[in-house]
């Protein structure tokens, strides 16, 4: 055993990553419907590792959730911003119902087991994981024009309920989001994040790396001419009913030959015609028999993303982009238009606004054409463009060091509520101009699962020594009642969301729930079980606002036990 303390204690680096091995090891096994996940996984493994005696340093937690929480910002922060409004009045109510019944709860217990204000504010930060409580409770007591030697002990039992309470907070929250919430609710959080998608979609289907549909919407076809000798290549394509056509190729006496709108077919020339597969199949009787031979007629096609700049296409109305621009669109096929990462349905009032972004399908040199009036294509990159994003998280930790007074009351977003924020801003700016702030889905997902699994593991690496020796000295009663502090109000909200606010989507209401506690940890999972970014939203706003109120129960805490 001191072989293994002495290896921890020379690299520290192998405990955190110890943990996180065991711990995603751990989070793998299911109990019926229960599965812990990889990051209650992590914290449970390394409050286990933490007995050996490990000293990690505070910058380590610091940056991996800086990752983490501002990668979460980034990937969110179009949506994010286009949800602020009135429809986000039900996180609001979130965050408050969880502060006020958190604070009740502490409060009551407190009064009943004869805690001192202490002890009861640190239960308040461990068991609701709002480490500026410890602060804002500290700063309070100071205020309290008590003796130097009580005011330290009782800002000493803060740290002490803190510490005992701190890892059940966070394992907690992840049971109740993760696992209660479904069971309560009936559904997964996957079907309902994959529900959710498909309607922020509107319908469009997501392939997944290496699938794609069976019955593709664009087809290429190759017909050896017969009934259309001596029509042009522009009446052809004119002529086309359910779907548009584009004449690509043409093959003249084993020769490839120009194509030009005025073109004349004759009889036994190929052509190859891409188009919209309504258009394509079943052409037999207007120009002649499919041939399966087509030596020559080969074509690649290439579907791109273009940014909308173009000075004739901001601002104006699809109506008068199509009227202006036939001759542009030759050969051209859009297969979607977003904004902020959500499909645009097209109609011909729809407003095409800056920053947009059409996905076109077609031929390079007719890519190339388009993307010189349209705007830059985005071109798929696997490399992160570390300045737009260093500098991001530069604006984010420098937000965090602001501090607000109410009164004697600090307020601050710290560096977590900081990166978010940034995030936010970052996520939205590059949803605006997608030429610049790249990072990979991959890159993105690396900095959330290990800023996330790591910044837990070093909580427990750094604290778990001390929670276990304090429950084992003073007793179970202020873990017992840190497990209640972190149950109760997340329970009330839950009940609160679900029969007052009206939350269906399991998704949605497990985001909103995580960040109305600032649960992180559970976030994770959250999101891990999602699959994907629905869950961001209501968790960002949640979350901001948590950041505030639960500051806030330090003082008052202090003031009423």
């Known amino acids: 055993m001191t072989f293994v303390a002495d290896i921890f204690r020379q690299s520290p680096e192998a405990a955190l990553f110890l943990a996180l091995a065991i711990g995603y090891w751990i989070?793998?096994?299911?109990?019926?419907?229960?599965?812990?996940?990889?990051?209650?996984?992590?914290?449970?493994?390394?409050?286990?590792?933490?007995?050996?005696?490990?000293?990690?340093?505070?910058?380590?937690?610091?940056i991996l959730f800086a990752l983490f929480i501002y990668a979460v910002g980034f990937e969110s922060g179009p949506q994010f911003l286009r949800s602020l409004g009135r429809q986000s009045i039900r996180e609001i109510v979130m965050a408050v119902v969880l502060a006020v019944s958190g604070l009740a709860t502490v409060i009551v217990f407190a009064k009943l087991f004869g805690l001192d204000k202490g002890i009861a504010a640190g239960i308040a930060a461990g068991g609701l994981t709002q480490s500026a409580i410890i602060g804002t409770a500290s700063s309070a007591i100071?205020?309290?024009?008590?003796?130097?030697?009580?005011?330290?002990?009782?800002?000493?039992?803060?740290?002490?309920?803190?510490?005992?309470?701190?890892?059940?907070?966070?394992?907690?929250?992840?049971?109740?989001?993760?696992?209660?919430?479904?069971w309560f609710m009936g559904r997964g959080?996957?079907?309902?994040?994959?529900?959710?998608?498909?309607?922020?979609?509107?319908?469009?289907?997501?392939?997944?790396a290496g699938e794609e549909p069976a019955l593709p919407d664009l087809v290429g076809r190759v017909y050896r001419i017969e009934a259309a000798s001596g029509q042009t290549v522009s009446t052809i394509e004119a002529a086309a009913s359910g779907g548009m056509i584009t004449i690509e190729r043409v093959k003249r006496g084993g020769k490839i030959i120009g194509v030009e709108p005025g073109l004349k077919l004759q009889s036994g020339d190929l052509v190859l015609i891409v188009g919209r597969r309504l258009g394509v199949v079943g052409l037999e009787d207007r120009l002649g028999p499919e041939s399966t031979g087509a030596d020559g007629m080969e074509l690649v096609v290439?579907?791109?993303?273009?940014?909308?700049?173009?000075?004739?296409?901001?601002?104006?109305?699809?109506?008068?982009?199509?009227?202006?621009?036939?001759?542009?669109?030759?050969?051209?096929?859009?297969?979607?238009?977003?904004?902020?990462?959500?499909?645009?349905?097209?109609?011909?009032?729809?407003?095409?606004?800056?920053?947009?972004?059409?996905?076109?399908?077609?031929?390079?040199?007719?890519?190339?054409?388009?993307?010189?009036?349209?705007?830059?294509?985005?071109?798929?990159?696997?490399?992160?463009?570390?300045?737009?994003?260093?500098?991001?998280?530069?604006?984010?930790?420098?937000?965090?060091?602001?501090?607000?007074?109410?009164?004697?009351?600090?307020?601050?977003?710290?560096?977590?509520?900081?990166?978010?924020?940034?995030?936010?801003?970052?996520?939205?700016?590059?949803s605006r101009h997608m030429t610049m702030g790249?990072?990979?889905?991959?890159?993105?997902?690396?900095?959330?699962?290990?800023?996330?699994?790591?910044?837990?593991?070093?909580?427990?690496?750094?604290?778990?020594?001390?929670?276990?020796?304090?429950?084992?000295?003073?007793?179970?009663?202020?873990?017992?009642?840190?497990?209640?502090?972190?149950?109760?109000?997340?329970?009330?909200?839950?009940?609160?969301?679900?029969?007052?606010?009206?939350?269906?989507?399991?998704?949605?209401?497990?985001?909103?729930?995580?960040?109305?506690r600032s649960a992180n940890p559970a976030f994770g999972e959250v999101l891990d079980k999602a699959g994907n970014a629905i869950p961001t939203t209501p968790f960002a706003i949640t979350y901001a606002l948590a950041n505030v109120f639960l500051t806030l129960l330090g003082p008052l805490v202090v003031a009423f036990v």
């Not at 007995?51 to 340093?57: A, C, E, K, S, T």
């Not at 901001?314 to 499909?343: D, E, F, M, P």
């Open 27 to 62: 989070g793998k096994f299911k109990f019926g419907t229960f599965q812990l996940g990889g990051v209650a996984g992590s914290l449970l493994a390394a409050v286990l590792i933490s007995q050996f005696g490990v000293h990690i340093d505070n910058g380590v937690k610091a």
């Open 302 to 430: 290439t579907t791109r993303d273009v940014a909308i700049t173009g000075k004739d296409f901001v601002g104006h109305t699809v109506g008068q982009i199509l009227a202006a621009s036939s001759n542009l669109r030759h050969g051209i096929y859009v297969l979607a238009v977003t904004r902020g990462g959500a499909k645009v349905d097209l109609f011909n009032d729809t407003v095409i606004e800056a920053g947009d972004v059409v996905t076109v399908h077609g031929v390079q040199e007719d890519l190339q054409r388009l993307a010189s009036h349209v705007g830059p294509a985005i071109v798929a990159s696997d490399k992160t463009d570390f300045v737009f994003h260093g500098v991001g998280l530069v604006v984010g930790l420098l937000i965090g060091l602001l501090v607000l007074r109410i009164g004697s009351i600090p307020l601050t977003l710290g560096a977590g509520g900081g990166a978010l924020l940034s995030g936010l801003a970052f996520g939205w700016y590059r």
């Open 189 to 208: 959080i996957r079907d309902d994040a994959v529900k959710a998608e498909a309607e922020m979609l509107k319908g469009a289907r997501i392939y997944r």
């Open 438 to 516: 790249n990072m990979p889905t991959a890159a993105s997902t690396l900095l959330r699962d290990l800023g996330l699994a790591g910044f837990v593991a070093v909580v427990g690496l750094q604290s778990g020594q001390q929670a276990i020796q304090t429950i084992i000295h003073s007793g179970l009663s202020i873990f017992l009642i840190g497990v209640v502090v972190t149950v109760l109000p997340l329970l009330i909200t839950m009940l609160v969301g679900r029969y007052v606010l009206g939350y269906e989507n399991v998704a949605v209401f497990a985001g909103a729930l995580a960040g109305s």
């Open 142 to 182: 100071d205020k309290l024009g008590l003796g130097a030697d009580e005011a330290q002990r009782l800002q000493a039992n803060v740290a002490i309920g803190y510490a005992v309470t701190y890892i059940f907070g966070s394992f907690g929250a992840i049971i109740i989001c993760v696992n209660v919430l479904p």
